[in-house]
């Protein structure tokens, strides 16, 4: 039996991307230090699938580990392989994540993204894996001035943060073609993840706090005495606010399958895919959406801009329409009413 390892799968997008796999009928083996996500993320994850799909025969496994122990690493690997399981692939979405945290300790990111990766490969050779999904972001073109972002765009991350992810794509690169020639190997840059699952059961909690926009707004739209905070209102852009390429975040869950079925079919080696929309929203934009389709009103005013900002983000999506035959398919509207819908029903996430 075989089936795929997903690092990081109790957090915001990993969750949502097991469920997805769940669905899709493979067994799903997530490690996850539990750091900055919570075990009933997984929790949900089972009863979501259990109560769609009572008579399927495959499950969640869950295994609480840092992906810096290279050693328990390993045993979690043997355990699933002496239970007569194989696995096929793993979607490393295990690491630090936070812009503003980089800046401030960018020594702790490049400990743990790169050892984390490091330590993944290392296993993914030894136990024969065909496939691995990198979780990297659009945060690698920097502030490129070129608009939309291709692919081929050459990378200029201005963070920690970014830098990790690209330093990342570059090893991988290195792995297939120096290391593991049996290896293939897709890198996703995601846009901005925002929305939840429909259910309103699965969304965006993070124990270490916020600094994206989405989990504020919900914030603000609960509290009439919260002020959200805008970066800036003297972007060059129509309303002055930053433009950022929004997608729902079982849009991106849902990517993943295309591209292990891509990997399965074809003799690719390095893939490097945006998962977008395409189309830019300004932060505005985003909020007076969000006040719309939930009936809500947010206060919010300007301040600074934040060292590491960029004025606009979007993504050209030609490659992955193309290559995986996936695009995007829900709106913003749908994005602010499954958001809403969560934080309505989880005022304090996961606690």
């Known amino acids: 039996m075989s089936g795929i390892m997903v690092t990081g799968g109790a957090g915001f997008i990993g969750s949502h991307t097991s469920l997805i796999l769940l669905q899709n009928g493979f067994d799903v083996f997530i490690v996850d230090s539990l750091k900055n996500s919570f075990p009933e993320s997984i929790n949900r994850v089972r009863k979501l699938f259990k109560k769609s799909n009572p008579h399927a025969s495959n499950r969640l496994y869950f295994f609480k580990e840092d992906m810096c122990n290279l050693h328990a690493l390993e045993k979690i690997f043997k355990e699933i392989y002496s239970s007569g399981f194989v696995i096929d692939g793993v979607i490393h979405f295990a690491g630090y994540k936070s812009v503003q945290e980089s800046i401030k300790n960018p020594e702790i990111y490049w400990i743990n993204n790169i050892k984390s990766t490091l330590n993944i490969l290392n296993l993914i050779k030894i136990y024969k894996c065909k496939k691995m999904v990198f979780s990297s972001s659009a945060s690698v073109y920097g ?14 991350p201005i963070n920690p943060y970014s830098e990790t992810k690209s330093f990342i794509e570059d090893v991988l690169e290195k792995e297939v073609s120096l290391i593991n020639p049996k290896l293939k190997v897709a890198s996703l840059r995601y846009f901005n993840p925002i929305g939840a699952h429909e259910s309103g059961e699965l969304g965006e909690c993070s124990k270490s706090g916020y600094t994206n926009i989405f989990p504020l707004i919900n914030k603000a739209a609960n509290n009439s005495k919260f002020i959200l905070d805008l970066f800036g209102n003297d972007w060059l852009t129509h309303d002055g606010t930053c433009i950022r390429d929004y997608i729902h975040v079982m849009d991106l869950a849902e990517a993943h399958i295309n591209v292990l079925d891509f990997l399965n079919k074809n003799d690719t080696k ?18 007076n959406a969000f006040e719309e389709v939930n009936n809500v009103k947010i206060l919010y005013r300007f301040v600074s801009k934040r060292i590491g900002d960029v004025e606009t983000v979007f993504a050209n999506t030609d490659l992955s329409h193309k290559l995986l035959n996936w695009k995007a398919k829900r709106t913003i509207k749908d994005m602010c009413l499954d958001g809403w819908k969560w934080f309505q029903k989880n005022p304090d996430g996961y606690y």
Do not use: A, M, R
């Open 143 to 156: 502030d490129n001035k070129k608009i939309p972002y291709f692919e081929n765009l050459v990378k200029n």
């Open 270 to 287: 390095i893939l490097i895919l945006n998962i977008g929309t395409g189309k830019g929203t300004s932060v505005l934009g985003l909020i």
